[in-house]
T-cell receptor, first 111, second 114 residues
Framework: SQQGEEDPQALSIQEGENATMNCSYK?????LQWYRQNSGRGLVHLIL?????REKHSGRLRVTLDTSKKSSSLLITASRAADTASYFC???????????FGQGTRLTINP | DVKVTQSSRYLVKRTGEKVFLECVQD?????MFWYRQDPGLGLRLIYF???????EKGDIPEGYSVSREKKERFSLILESASTNQTSMYLC?????????????FGPGTRLTVL
């Protein structure tokens, strides 16, 4: 399967702490994207990192990409209760327009 | 902002019924997608479309068909609903001309087949 894998499957932290989620994939990619899904809702795009980029920032989000290890991480700094959601990585493989989603990390921020 | 709407948030149908799930996007996107999401299985692609009247099978097309008669509308059809099609169905669209493959999702339809 080309599906990415996220780690951990679930993460519970205190408000204000940083949250780190990891994603691994198997084949060469064009880009890797992170999405958030609030309970029972659709997915919302957070950030995209291209295969020739190593790090990208957007507000409290920091994404890294290591193509040699075929892995990416998403860091959310200074977490808030509103960050409670599931987070998915999605990869676009070379030559394709489809996204392949991982199974997600369920993040819970405790007040 | 891109808006993707789905015809129903919740739907309950009986086994054997024909079910239509509608998806509409308002940003003139070429690509549209249908996924189902199940606990432990993540998002799985059912069908996608690159243009009007074009369709491509995804990873799990069995038991489903699609229709794209207009650019903004992509319909998922369950010809004869079965209980194993109880799931959350998500529609998405994207615009390759923007240079990314970012997908914009609708709110989802939670379908229960009794």
């Amino acid at each position: 399967s080309q599906q990415g894998e996220e780690d951990p499957q679930a993460l519970s932290i205190q408000e204000g702490e940083n949250a780190t989620m990891n994603c691994s994939y198997k084949t060469s990619i064009n880009n890797l994207q992170w999405y958030r899904q609030n309970s029972g809702r659709g997915l919302v795009h957070l950030i995209l990192i291209r295969s020739n980029e190593r790090e990208k920032h957007s507000g409290r989000l920091r994404v890294t990409l290591d193509t040699s290890k075929k892995s990416s991480s998403l860091l959310i700094t200074a977490s808030r209760a509103a960050d409670t959601a599931s987070y998915f990585c999605a990869t676009v493989f070379q030559g394709a327009q489809k996204l392949v989603f991982g199974q997600g990390t369920r993040l819970t921020i405790n007040p | 902002d891109v808006k993707v709407t789905q015809s129903s948030r919740y739907l309950v149908k009986r086994t054997g019924e024909k079910v239509f799930l509608e998806c509409v996007q308002d940003m003139d996107h070429e690509n549209m997608f249908w996924y189902r999401q199940d606990p432990g299985l993540g998002l799985r692609l059912i069908y996608f479309s690159y243009d009007v009247k074009m369709k491509e099978k995804g990873d799990i097309p069995e038991g489903y068909s699609v229709s794209r008669e207009k650019k903004e509308r992509f319909s998922l059809i369950l010809e004869s609903a079965s209980t194993n099609q109880t799931s959350m169905y998500l529609c998405a669209s994207s615009a390759p001309y923007l240079g990314t493959d970012t997908q914009y999702f609708g709110p989802g339809t939670r379908l229960t087949v009794l």
